[in-house]
C-alpha cells in the first residue's frame, strides 16, 4: 500500500474536488453513528453489540477490496482517488474507530497520545505522507519500476486475504442487525455521498471513485478491532463477510446508478 501511495499520489493535479474523498469516509461515519443510535435504541442492543454495529457499518473497505475494483471499473488512472479515500478511513478507524470501540466494551484507558502514536506509525499512512512530500525535494522517478512492480501485487494478495477472513457460521441469529447493517452500508452511505455530490454540484472522475468507495462493505480491519475488545464478534464478522459477497453485485449497480447521476 505504500507503493501504492507513491505510484499514484505525486501526479496528482489538486483541485477543490479533492475535498470530496477527503472528508467522505468523515461523513460516512458520522451518519453511521446517527444509524446506529436510533437503530440500537430500536432494537434494543447492547452495549458491545452497539458498538460492533458501528465498527461493522461506519467504515468502507476501501483498499483490500476497494482498489481491485475500482482498477476493473474505472481504470488504473482513477486509483489515486482512491489511495485518498484509503488514507482517511484509516485516521477514521484509529480515531473515531477505536474510541468508539473502547467505549463500548467499556474500557476508558484511552489518550491521545496512543491515537497519534496509531496513526503516524501507521505505514500506508506514512506512505501517503511520504508520497505527497518527498518527490518535491528529492527526484525519485528512478525509483518508479519498483513501486509499479510492488504496487501490482495488491490486488491479488488483498482478494486472497479477504478469502480467508470469510466466516459465516450461524449467520441466522444475527440476520436482523447484518441487515440493519448492510442497507447502511452498501445502501444508505453511498447514497448519502451521492447526495452531496450532486448538491455541490462535483461531477467529476474524482466524485465518481469517491462514491464507488464508499459503497464497499465493511472494513475488515474494523472487525479486527471489534474482536480485539470483545464485542459483538459474530455481528462483526458474518456482517463482513456477507457483505464482501453482497457487494460484487451491489458495486456493479452503483457504477451504472454513479455514471448516470455523476
Same mark, same amino acid.
Given at each position: /500500500? ?85 488514507? /482517511? ?9 477505536? $474510541? ?20 503516524? $506509525? ?91 468507495? /464508499?459503497? /464497499?462493505?465493511?472494513?475488515? $480491519? ?28 451491489? $458495486? ?11
Amino acid at each position: /500500500m505504500p507503493a501504492v501511495s507513491f505510484k499514484y499520489l505525486p501526479h496528482i493535479t489538486w483541485s477543490n474536488d479533492l475535498i470530496l474523498p477527503i472528508v467522505a469516509p468523515i461523513i460516512v461515519w458520522w451518519t453511521s453513528w446517527l444509524y446506529a443510535q436510533f437503530y440500537a435504541k430500536s432494537a434494543s442492543l447492547n452495549k458491545k453489540t452497539k458498538g460492533a454495529f458501528k465498527m461493522a457499518t461506519g467504515m468502507s473497505n476501501t483498499s483490500f477490496l476497494g482498489f481491485p475494483l475500482v482498477l476493473a471499473y474505472f481504470g488504473e488512472d482513477y486509483l489515486s482517488t482512491a489511495v485518498i479515500c484509503d488514507a /482517511m478511513t484509516f485516521v477514521v478507524l484509529s480515531t473515531f474507530g477505536i $474510541t468508539a470501540a473502547i467505549r463500548s466494551a467499556g474500557k476508558e484507558d484511552l489518550s491521545a497520545g496512543k491515537l497519534i502514536k496509531r496513526v503516524v $506509525t501507521f505505514p500506508p499512512f506514512l506512505g501517503s505522507v511520504g508520497a505527497l512530500t518527498i518527490p518535491h525535494y528529492v527526484n525519485i522517478d528512478s525509483l518508479s519500476p519498483l513501486f509499479d512492480n510492488l504496487a501490482v501485487t495488491i490486488a491479488p494478495l488483498a482478494l486472497f486475504s479477504i478469502g480467508l477472513q470469510l466466516t459465516f457460521n450461524n449467520w441466522q441469529s444475527e440476520l436482523k442487525n447484518i441487515s440493519a447493517g448492510l442497507l447502511y452500508k452498501l445502501i444508505l452511505a453511498p447514497l448519502i455521498v451521492l447526495l452531496i455530490a450532486v448538491a455541490f454540484n462535483i461531477n467529476s472522475n474524482i466524485a465518481q471513485v469517491t462514491v464507488f468507495e /464508499m459503497a /464497499m462493505p465493511s472494513l475488515i $480491519t474494523a472487525g479486527i478491532i471489534a474482536n480485539k475488545y470483545k464485542l459483538n464478534i459474530k455481528l462483526s464478522n458474518l456482517t463482513i463477510g456477507i457483505g464482501i459477497i453482497i457487494s460484487f453485485a451491489s $458495486t456493479a449497480i452503483w457504477f451504472q446508478v454513479i455514471n448516470y447521476f455523476l
